[in-house]
């Protein structure tokens, strides 16, 4: 380091240990992190959540009380202005629920045997398959998420979607991460 005194350059030895400039290293860690940010948004495919429901009635009713159409696929701008209303006054801090266990079903393919006629068999199984899903969600009375009856709402990243959730405090509500929540009577 050189200062000039007296007209004179005198040069000192740094006093501190570290190599380069404290406004460098800042500024590389700041670049640094925000690419990391960028990078992260680019790659996450977590930027929606599913709100599921037990059963038609209870879509129906949430729909009526926020007044939203019949689509699947809701925007989050769209959604955030129809649910502005239920904003709790306090955000909790709130943990995970324990993911729900899938419903048990039986083996479809007990008692048939392979087909050696490919397209035959190929058949056979896809109807077992989906006769399988069908009694699977027939009566099913465990956690909506497993219905088939749901709303999702796309945010733009991750971030934003996260903190809808941690704002709305719905996060006693998730399931498998903060993907599915559990939508019977969160308005009420």
């Known amino acids: 380091m050189a200062e000039i005194v007296n007209g004179k350059r005198i040069f000192t030895k740094k ?10 290293d800042r500024d590389y860690r700041e670049r640094a992190k925000r690419e990391k ?8 495919d977590e930027y ?9 009635k209870e ?9 939203l159409s019949e689509k699947k696929f809701i925007g989050a701008r769209e959604f955030q202005e129809a649910v502005k209303g239920f ?6 801090k709130t943990f995970a629920s324990k ?3 899938y419903p048990k079903v039986d083996n479809p393919f007990d008692g048939y045997p392979d087909d050696p006629n490919f397209e035959k ?6 109807r077992l398959l989906l ?16 219905s088939g009856i749901w709303i999702c709402v796309v945010f733009g990243t991750q971030k934003q979607r996260d903190s809808f959730i941690a704002d709305y405090n719905l996060g006693k509500r998730a399931s498998f991460g903060n993907t599915y929540i559990d939508a019977d009577n969160w308005l009420n």
């Not at 006093?15 to 460098?24: A, E, F, H, L, P």
């Not at 940010?37 to 996450?44: G, Q």
């Not at 068999?121 to 896809?126: I, R, Y």
């Open 15 to 24: 006093t501190t240990k570290k190599n380069g400039s404290d406004s460098i």
């Open 37 to 44: 940010e960028r990078f992260d948004d680019a790659v996450s």
């Open 48 to 56: 929606w959540f599913c709100l599921c429901f037990s059963n038609t």
């Open 59 to 67: 879509l129906e009713k949430f729909r009526t009380r926020l007044d």
């Open 87 to 92: 904003k709790p006054e306090k955000r909790l």
């Open 99 to 101: 993911s729900p266990k």
């Open 121 to 126: 068999d190929s058949c056979l199984t896809a």
């Open 131 to 146: 006769e399988a899903m069908k009694s699977a969600n027939d009566g099913y009375s465990g956690s909506p998420i497993f």
